[in-house]
């Protein structure tokens, strides 16, 4: 059968599926991708991100598919993105969050799963707090995994939307400086982030108080990661500046001495930025404490691209249900 898809650009696309393909089923991060998959998703992205401006925001590319979201931990961004994701694509889109679900009775995960599964999803999207959930749930379900985070492991499409975000501004990812600030051990988008970034050819730098930066992450030193010390030295001449959230709720000691020493010494201000390249600009994955680890006056500057982010967010996420679950084969 052949219908529109809705894309834009549905030659550009169907020859992006062929020449970059991503043909696994799940997404469970980005540490396992290859550079051509992840630059499939991203162009495929870029096909989608027009819908988004359209005055009917739909198209019947999934029409059919069922998706599932199941948030185990709270979520504003990325929960909504997923949901508009699969809507924008005409997908049926199911929410369920653990204080509605019979979770809160005792069921565990393993069966929520399987119960979910028995209803034929093509879909399930998956946060939880613990760090592997979204693979376990890969081994036990028919329909397509896609990991919305999972501990401090990973959040592939964070770190997808963040270099949807660097592309559309820098025009390539190849050559670029960025520097990763803020609670690095406790991040799941500082990891997604530096797999991404060092596999498509950025130099990385990471800053952050000595018991924030994990031992684990000094081996990918060759892949063209950097450990600062000082947060001054990971923000000079950089050209993507992105900054962590601390995340108290994953910390079960104390890392430093008090969100003001923190501020003082790790925030992001004007006058730090301003060691950064005149261009650089300024992510965050959200959401932001401001004062804490970004200032307001860099937050809602022009070289702030936070909402922008956001804006990215829901056609990367268009991008990962359409190959995930197979989508309408454009060409019929
Ligand atoms: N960036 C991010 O994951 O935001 P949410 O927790 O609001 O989804």
Redesign the pocket.
Known sequence: MTFDSGIRNPQSATRNLLEKPFRRRDLLGIRDLTAAEIIGILDTAENFSEISTREVKKVPALRGKTVINLFF?????????FELAAKRLSADAVNISVSSSSVSKGETLLDTAMNLDAMAPDCIVV?HSSAGVPHQLAKVSKAAIVN??DGANE?PT?ALLDAMTIREHKKQIDGLEVAIVGDILHSR?ARSNIHLLTKMGAKVRVAGPGTLVPEDFRHLVENGLEVCTHVEDAIEGADVVMILRIQRERQDAAYFPSLREYSIHYGLTNERLDLARKDAIVLH???MNRGIEIASEVADSSRSLILD?VKY?VAVRMAVLYLATGGATVNG
Do not use: C, D, K, L
């Open positions: 931990e709270a979520s504003t961004r990325t929960r909504t993105s946060r919305a985070g959040h964070q988008v994955p959200g959401p982010q967010g």
